[in-house]
């Protein structure tokens, strides 16, 4: 397909009003989009369970209309979370190092979070930190190009530094899950 953005801009309304169906999902979608934002100043609980219903009702109308579709996306998922395990990627520790960044200036100048909280994630971001200059710096010395995916999975240390660093990013996410899942049950219920 040879379609500038425009052009598929214009596929997609005229798609829109192509057919009775599409025209009632898009003011079945708009509506449900003015309900919810005019129910943010409003609060109403009703309308928030009843959106919670569409939307829950919606996934499982695919689980049990596409279910061959539903399945082939988990096991192709599922496939490309091992795969990136086994072999992972060293553009996506890239981006990891860049979001423990970005979570690290977060840390410095939160407010709101704990001390305790703060320092997990000064222990947690600082060793991934070093992981990731032992990376550099090993690639650097082995004269390793970091573009040679092959290279990088011949040598045993920089594999492991790159699945080690996974696994402690990893952790430190299911802890944050779990923390603010306390957090949370900590408000509600004292």
């Known amino acids: 397909m040879d379609l500038s953005l425009i052009d ?13 169906l599409s025209i009632e999902m898009f ?32 996934i ?7 279910f061959d579709y539903v399945k082939y996306c988990i096991d192709s998922f599922v496939k490309k979370v091992m795969n990136y ?10 981006f990891i190092i860049i979001f423990c960044t970005i979570m690290i200036i977060y840390t410095l100048y939160s407010k709101k ?18 992981m990731f200059m032992s990376f550099i710096t090993l690639c650097t010395y082995e004269m390793v190009d970091l573009l040679d995916v092959p ?13 080690v660093s996974n696994f402690i990013l990893l952790i ?12 949370f049950f900590k408000r509600k219920y004292d």
């Open 151 to 163: 290279k990088l999975y011949e040598n045993n240390v920089i594999l492991s530094i790159v699945q």
């Open 8 to 20: 598929k801009v214009n596929v997609i309304f005229k798609y829109i009003f192509s057919s009775f």
């Open 85 to 94: 395990i086994y072999f992972p990627s060293t553009i996506v520790y890239f």
């Open 27 to 58: 003011i079945i979608s708009l509506l449900l989009f003015i309900i919810l934002v005019i129910n943010i100043k409003k609060k109403n609980y009703i309308i928030q369970i009843i959106a919670l219903g569409i939307y829950i009702g919606f």
């Open 172 to 183: 430190w996410i299911i802890f944050t899950c779990f923390y603010h899942l306390f957090l």
């Open 113 to 130: 979070m704990t001390t305790f909280k703060k320092v997990f994630n000064y222990v947690f971001f600082s060793v991934l930190y070093y």
């Open 60 to 66: 499982f109308g695919i689980f049990i209309s596409n």
